[in-house]
């Protein structure tokens, strides 16, 4: 069955590293998005992109990128992880076209920075 | 003011109760609404699209009213496995895309 996986489901790193979260999906869905998800503001956009080499920025996109190079993938990077990064990450995928911005979601990575 | 707002509850209902909740939303222009529902520690999943025309689906209930922006969830004979948070979506709107998620509505349903 065609699914979207995240890894890693957690991580713990500390203040100033690189860190980069996967996001896989096997839809071949052109859509796919990278959501933080925070207490009291819900889902917040961080990027999204349309298609292979397209990348946007979202709501919420500094201090970290994306790169599409194929259409099963979207890691997300944070540059240098800060203390306020810590939350949890959703990445989500929708087919063009419709039905209008229905998105599936992975199952999420749950990132502590210290 | 946020763009989508939701009363984030709890709501505390017994089996069988029915529950509404509401969201209003800002920008006029906006194009898509969903309710999606999220457990605890789980991803969104889409509950239902939200129609001009209200639809239904089963004991859900979802009613459109752009004239007031806002859209409603309603929730009959309420069940234990409704316990769950459930998020407004917004999407569209000038500007291009834009999918702005409530921050959502807890409900739990108590036997």
């Known amino acids: 069955d065609a699914e979207i996986t995240q890894s890693p489901r957690h991580k713990i790193t500390e203040t100033g590293r690189q860190v980069t979260l996967a996001c896989h999906q096997t839809w071949n869905h052109n859509n796919m998005f990278w959501y933080r998800q925070d207490l009291g503001h819900g889902l917040r956009l961080i990027h999204y992109s349309y298609g292979v080499q397209d990348t946007n920025k979202g709501e919420v996109s500094d201090g970290y990128s994306v790169s599409r190079s194929n259409t099963e993938d979207l890691p997300l990077t944070l540059e240098s992880a800060a203390s306020s990064q810590t939350s949890v990450y959703f990445c989500?995928?929708?087919?063009?076209?419709?039905?209008?911005?229905?998105?599936?979601f992975g199952p999420g990575t749950r990132l502590t920075v210290l | 003011r946020k763009e989508v707002e939701q009363d984030p509850g709890p709501f505390n209902v017994p089996e069988g109760a029915t529950v509404a909740f509401n969201c209003t939303y800002s920008?006029?222009?906006?194009?898509?609404f969903f309710w999606y529902r999220q457990d605890c520690r789980k991803e969104p999943k889409l509950l239902m699209s939200?129609?001009?025309s209200g639809n239904e689906d089963g004991r859900f209930t979802a009613q459109l009213n752009r004239a007031s922006q806002y859209i409603s969830l309603l929730i009959r004979d309420s069940k234990l496995s409704d316990s769950a948070t459930y998020l407004c979506v917004v999407t569209g709107g000038t500007g291009g895309f834009k999918t702005i998620f409530g921050a959502g509505t807890r409900l739990f349903v108590k036997a």
């Open positions: 989500a995928s929708s087919p063009s076209g419709g039905p209008p911005h229905t998105q599936y």
């Open positions: 939200v129609y001009s």
């Open positions: 920008n006029s222009a906006s194009q898509s």
